[in-house]
C-alpha cells in the first residue's frame, strides 16, 4: 500500500552528516491521497482534492519538525528567479524556481516530477537552498541565481553542498531535434550530454550529468542521488510517464531542506 503512517524521505550522507540541517527527497509514499495521485501529492496545482494535499504538506512538515505553516515553496515557472525568504509565505506563492533562507525552523521546498530538485547548504554560514531545475531551469540558470542568492546572505561559494534528487534518467528522457540544436549552439561541449534514440533524429538527453556539472562549473561541491522518476513508479511521480500513458493529471513529489533550531 502506498498509504503509509508517515513519510519515509530519502536523506543523503553529504547533507545528512551536516550538523542542524535537517531535509528529505520524498518520495510518493506515505501519504493521503488516492488514485493517480497515490499517496503523498503535495501538488497544490494538480487535481487532486485540496484538503489531502493540505494534509499530505502536513505530514512532509511534520517529517521536518516544522509547522505546516513554515513549509514554504513557490509557484514553480521554470525561470532563472530564486527569492530569499525569511518568514512563512502568506496567501498567492511566489513566482520563483529557486528559495533561499538563513532562518531556522522554515522549511523551503520544490516540487518535481521528473525535473531535478536540488538542495543547498552552506553549514558554516547556516544558509539553505532549494532549486527546481528542469532543464529550461538548469540551462537558463536557476542553479548560478540559487548559488547568488545564498551568498547575498552570507554563504560562502566553496563552503556550498549541493545534491541533485530523484529526477528522470537519461534511459527514459528522449528529446527531439530542436531541443538537441539549443544545447549544441549554447556550446559545442554539451553534445556530451546527448546519446543516440531508438527515433531518427531524437536523442536521450542526461539531465542529471548536465545538472551536476553546471553546479561543479559553478564553484560548488556536489553530488546526485541517481535514483529515477520515471522508472521507479512504485516511489515517484512522473510527469512523462502519464503523458506516455495519456493520464488526465499526476501527482508531486516534494524535497525539502531546514536550518533546526528556533
Not at 523551503?108 to 516530477?113: C, D, K, N, P
Not at 566553496?158 to 549552439?185: C, H, M, T, W
Not at 556530451?192 to 531508438?198: E, I, L, N, V, W
Request: charged residues 25%; proline residues 6%; negative net charge.
Amino acid at each position: 500500500m502506498l498509504n503509509d503512517l508517515r513519510p519515509e524521505p530519502i536523506r543523503t550522507p553529504a547533507l545528512a552528516q551536516l550538523d542542524g540541517i535537517d531535509h528529505g527527497f520524498f518520495t510518493r509514499k506515505g501519504g493521503v491521497s488516492d488514485g493517480l495521485y497515490a499517496s503523498l501529492n503535495v501538488g497544490l496545482g494538480s487535481s487532486d482534492d485540496p484538503a489531502l494535499v493540505r494534509e499530505n504538506r502536513a505530514r512532509v512538515a511534520r517529517q521536518l519538525g516544522v509547522a505546516p505553516t513554515h513549509l514554504v515553496t513557490q509557484y514553480q515557472v521554470h525561470s532563472a528567479e530564486a527569492r530569499i525568504v525569511r518568514e512563512p509565505v502568506a496567501g498567492d506563492r511566489p513566482e520563483a524556481d529557486g528559495l533561499v533562507t538563513d532562518v531556522p525552523g522554515l522549511a523551503i521546498g520544490v516540487l518535481t516530477a521528473d525535473c531535478g530538485p536540488v538542495l543547498f547548504a552552506d553549514p558554516e554560514a547556516r544558509v539553505i537552498g532549494a532549486a527546481h531545475a528542469g532543464w529550461q531551469g538548469a540551462f537558463g540558470g536557476i542553479l548560478e541565481s540559487t548559488i547568488e542568492r545564498m551568498i547575498e546572505i552570507g554563504a560562502r561559494r566553496d563552503n556550498i553542498v549541493a545534491v541533485l534528487g530523484p529526477s528522470i534518467s537519461q534511459k527514459n528522457y528522449e528529446v527531439g531535434p530542436e531541443f538537441v540544436a539549443r544545447f549544441r549552439l549554447a556550446d559545442p561541449k554539451n553534445d556530451r550530454y546527448f546519446a543516440p534514440a531508438a527515433r531518427e533524429r531524437h536523442a536521450q538527453f542526461d539531465l542529471n550529468t548536465y545538472t551536476v556539472d553546471r553546479l561543479r562549473a559553478a564553484g560548488i561541491g556536489a553530488t546526485q542521488v541517481d535514483r529515477c522518476t520515471y522508472a521507479e513508479e512504485e516511489l515517484f511521480f512522473s510527469y512523462r510517464r502519464t503523458t506516455h500513458r495519456k493520464e488526465p493529471d499526476y501527482g508531486r513529489q516534494i524535497s525539502a531542506i531546514v536550518l533546526e533550531g528556533n
